[in-house]
């Protein structure tokens, strides 16, 4: 790139309000950038583990649900053991990876894919095929940001497939999501704010 572009790229950013211009370089707003799982998982802790409580009072015994790739629903998995019969599919490796004890009640499916990083969730062609053969009673699903004008939204394209294809093959999509996620809009929408609970 010229510097004339990348100078107007920034501006661009600059005026959109998501990056700070400082001496010799340039960074993201905080709250722009997509921390790890691992930190995301102690912001709003208390918050998460009443929304989690929200979700379980709508989940029945035996029924088939899908968890997406966000930490609210970490505090389900001591939760969900108030269950009994469940069919639980999920893209959430780090959910999957800590309700290895509920496989006594119930059956975790972990899909297939590609593995994002940050978010620890699992994406792509293959995690749409094999999802592609189910129907869900419950979905539950988090955003990156929620408004008014562009509803559900979240940051990256794949995790926004996922949730969009799946959300159309739920009798039950539910949103879990805190105060913070309200007011914001991120560039990948999958919903408008009557298209789920």
Do not use: C, W
């Not at 998982?41 to 009072?57: G, H, P, T, W, Y």
């Amino acid at each position: 790139l010229s510097e004339s572009t990348v100078r107007r790229y920034l501006a661009t950013l600059m005026k959109k309000g998501s990056i700070v211009k400082e001496y010799g370089m340039v960074s993201a707003k905080k709250e722009d950038q997509l921390l790890k799982f691992s930190i995301r998982m102690n912001i709003e802790s208390e918050k998460k583990r009443e929304i989690a409580q929200l979700a379980l009072d709508r989940i029945r015994d035996h029924e088939t649900i899908f968890l997406d790739s966000g930490t609210t629903h970490m505090p389900l998995i001591e939760l969900l053991k108030e269950r009994e019969g469940l069919i639980i599919v999920t893209n959430n490796v780090m959910f999957s990876l800590q309700s290895v004890e509920l496989q006594k009640r119930h059956k975790i499916v972990l899909i297939p894919g590609s593995v994002n990083e940050h978010t620890l969730s699992i994406t792509g062609e293959s995690a749409l095929m094999f999802l592609s053969d189910y129907h869900f009673d419950k979905g539950f699903f988090t955003a990156s940001g929620v408004s008014l004008e562009r509803g559900f939204t979240n940051r990256t394209l794949p995790e926004r497939d996922i949730k969009d294809f799946v959300r159309k093959r739920t009798d039950h999509p539910f949103l879990l999501a805190d105060d913070t996620k309200f007011h914001k809009a991120f560039p990948f929408s999958f919903g408008k704010l009557g298209d789920m609970e």
